[in-house]
């Protein structure tokens, strides 16, 4: 593992330094021998739906018993462990290293962003029914957002219908990728719909309502495969919502409130999603160097490593892994200092740059290890598989790269006023000189 050499440790808290170093043992030495285990005990056939790897549950038990237990809630919240982003994105970062790290932690995808939702904007009534079991990793929750039949990463997009009937919302609508919903163990969706579609504030039609699991009405079509990968038994589904109906007091925040939901739970998620694309990559990096200098591995008469291009492609590797780091860690600090508002440009910059660098280090180590590099017989194809994901999850690149483009360009009236004063002096100055 390649020494961060970004922050210094020593000016982070003594209880992030201890985090951290038993974070690094935990996924080092339970987690990734554990993989091939976890594969082992998954169901077979339909029950691939059904059963949960015994050890999962057990390297949650030693997560917790660690203190490796909800790390993602910041110091706002007190059911979290007290941590700044930028400690966080560092444990995060060891985590990613492991598809059964987060989840062991009880820090993964959709669980932590639901969870902020219910402790950020939940009544006491909604967290008590819901974030506290989330919080003690007793279930699982899904976000019901995005829609076949729209162009869903504009959220004001959003076609599925939630209408007040008395003490009732009435709730009708097709999700797609909806992840998690597959699991088991998910208990509860969050799903978004429009309440006011005829606001004249496109920001203000959204509501954001709370849908117990097993709710009459829901029928989960199918689960959607990520090139060939199903997933389970979390999945990512396809979901049709008929007639389904919720007590009023299921809504988050009040009716109109949805899009604000989304955008407080998006920023320090993305920023998690990052770092964990930067434990991947340095995890692919490692198996490149681990297979390029394995002594039976030769070619034309060398040693892989021997070969320029791969002595070549590794240092590009190194190169774009901590180009990201930065970019990251920078994004973290900005949240710490101004929230994730003030942090858009820095969030978004990562968000573009990490999934890219992720996919690009993750070819190279592919490329070394020959077809074996896009077997079941290393993590490369699945580490290739989300890093394609995240284009598009929480926001795809266009939208980002728009946000920040539009950011960059409102500097526009200051750089020019800067050039004509240096025109200006410049004209003075050749005046000046009489020449």
């Known amino acids: 593992m390649a020494t961060n050499s970004l922050v210094d440790f020593s000016t982070l808290s003594p209880k992030f330094r201890d985090l951290y170093a038993k974070a690094k043992d935990f996924v080092e030495n ?11 005990q998954m169901g077979k056939g339909d029950q691939r739906w059904k059963v949960i790897p015994a050890v999962m549950e057990e390297l949650k038990a030693k997560a917790r018993s660690l203190g490796l237990w ?23 970062e060891l985590s990613g290293r492991s598809h059964l790290a987060p989840e062991a932690m009880n820090c993964s995808a959709p669980d932590t962003g639901n969870m902020e939702v219910f402790a950020k904007y939940g009544t006491k009534a909604q967290q008590d029914k819901w974030l506290t079991p989330l ?55 969050l799903v978004m719909g429009k309440s006011d579609p005829d606001n004249k504030n496109r920001h203000r039609q ?29 999945g990512h589904c396809e979901i049709v919502f008929t007639d389904v109906r919720v007590p009023v007091e299921n809504i988050i925040l009040g009716e109109g409130r949805g899009f604000e939901v989304i955008q407080g739970r998006l ?6 999603h990052c770092m964990r694309c930067i434990g991947k990559a340095e995890r692919a990096l490692e198996l490149m160097i681990a297979r390029v200098t394995d002594p039976s591995r030769r070619t034309f008469g060398k040693g892989l490593a021997e070969h320029g291009t791969i002595v070549a492609d590794i240092a590009q590797s190194r190169i774009e892994i901590d180009q990201s ?16 508002k003030g942090a858009k440009k820095e969030i978004s910059m990562a968000k573009i740059a990490v999934p890219t660098m992720l996919l690009n280090v993750v070819d190279r180590a592919m490329q070394a290890h020959g077809a074996a590099g896009i077997s079941q017989d290393t993590p490369l194809a699945g580490f290739f598989v ?4 995240l284009r598009y999850a929480d926001g795809p690149d266009e939208v980002h790269r728009n946000q920040l483009g539009k950011t960059e360009l409102r500097r526009a009236a200051e750089i020019v006023e800067k050039m004509n004063q240096q025109k200006a002096k410049s004209d003075s100055l050749i005046a000046s000189a009489k020449l």
């Open 206 to 234: 959204q509501s954001l309502v709370i849908v117990p699991a097993g709710t009459p009405g829901i029928n989960i079509v199918r689960p959607m495969h990520v090139f060939g990968f199903d997933d389970a038994p979390e």
């Open 70 to 92: 909800n790390l993602f809630l910041g110091l706002e919240y007190p059911q979290g462990a007290g941590l700044t982003n930028v400690e966080y994105g560092l444990i995060a």
């Open 325 to 340: 780091r930065f970019l990251v860690l920078s994004a973290a600090r900005k949240i710490d200092e101004v929230k994730a």
């Open 267 to 272: 920023g320090p998620g993305r920023i998690h």
């Open 30 to 40: 339970d987690c990734i021998p554990a993989e091939k285990l976890y594969h082992e």
């Open 135 to 189: 919080l003690n990793g007793k279930i699982r929750s899904a976000f019901a957002m995005t829609e076949p039949a729209v162009a869903s990463s504009d959220a004001t997009n959003i076609e599925t219908n939630i209408r007040r009937e008395g003490n009732e919302y009435v709730i009708n609508g097709r999700k797609w990728w909806i992840s998690g919903a597959g699991d088991p163990r998910c208990a509860v969706f």
């Open 386 to 389: 989300r890093a394609r994901t």
